[in-house]
């Protein structure tokens, strides 16, 4: 199985803040490297798809970069709705597997 | 727009199995664009994938339930199902439906259904 290491699990931050996270795979993934956001009792969303494609909808104060084993989640300026977990995935092969999450809270 | 439902029972005993069905709305679950997959979450942990189940039948479970699990399709009532048989307390958590799209990517998800497996 590839393994999905984010860091940090967690950070304090402030509205406005650019915040930035990271995912390391085990094994090249080349760019099948996905960003969810998690809220406590709703579906979770897609914010980025192979790693850098923006998902319909999401606001684009969100972007994602890199490829082969190490990613980059980046909020530009964080908002009040952004506290949240996040979580990377990666479907380069099965079984599908996801980073542990990175919970932003605010400080 | 696809929307997926999660629904079963929330409380299973040990070494019985666990249930849930996903609807799908706003599309056909013979869409060959979409697999059709679970996922899980332990309370305080990471996610996890359990696997999917494409419109032609193709099926791929995570090694580590494999052979506790079962994921079908129903087209009569456009809707999926999972079975996880055996279960014990480490099977408790929230449970997620969701539609794998061709790079991988999962959306929609549905928002969840909590199973916790207790005596």
């Known amino acids: 199985d590839i393994q999905m290491t984010q860091s940090p699990s967690s950070l304090s931050a402030s509205v406005g803040d650019r915040v930035t996270i990271t995912c390391r795979a085990s094994q090249s993934i080349s760019t099948y490297l996905n960003w969810y956001q998690l809220k406590p009792g709703k579906a979770p969303k897609l914010l980025i798809y192979f790693a850098s494609g923006l998902q319909s909808g999401v606001p684009s104060r969100f972007s994602g970069s890199g490829s082969g084993t190490d990613f980059t989640l980046t909020i530009s300026s964080l908002q009040p709705e952004d506290f949240a977990t996040y979580s990377c995935q990666q479907s380069y092969s099965t079984p599908r597997t996801f980073g542990q999450g990175t919970k932003v809270e605010i400080k | 727009q696809l929307q997926l439902r999660e629904s079963g029972s929330g409380l299973v005993r040990p070494s019985q199995t666990l249930s849930l069905t996903c609807a799908v709305s706003g599309g056909s679950i013979n869409n060959g664009a979409f697999t059709w997959t679970w996922i899980r979450q332990p309370p305080g942990k990471g996610l996890e994938w359990i696997g999917y189940m494409s419109r032609s039948g193709s099926i791929n479970y995570n090694p580590s339930l494999k052979s506790r699990v079962t994921i079908s399709l129903d087209r009569s009532r456009n809707q999926f199902s999972l079975e996880l048989f055996s279960v014990t307390a480490a099977d408790t958590a929230v449970y997620f439906c969701?539609?794998?799209?061709?790079?991988?990517?999962?959306?929609?998800w549905g928002q969840g259904t909590l199973v916790t497996v207790s005596s």
């Open positions: 969701a539609a794998e799209g061709g790079d991988g990517q999962l959306d929609p």
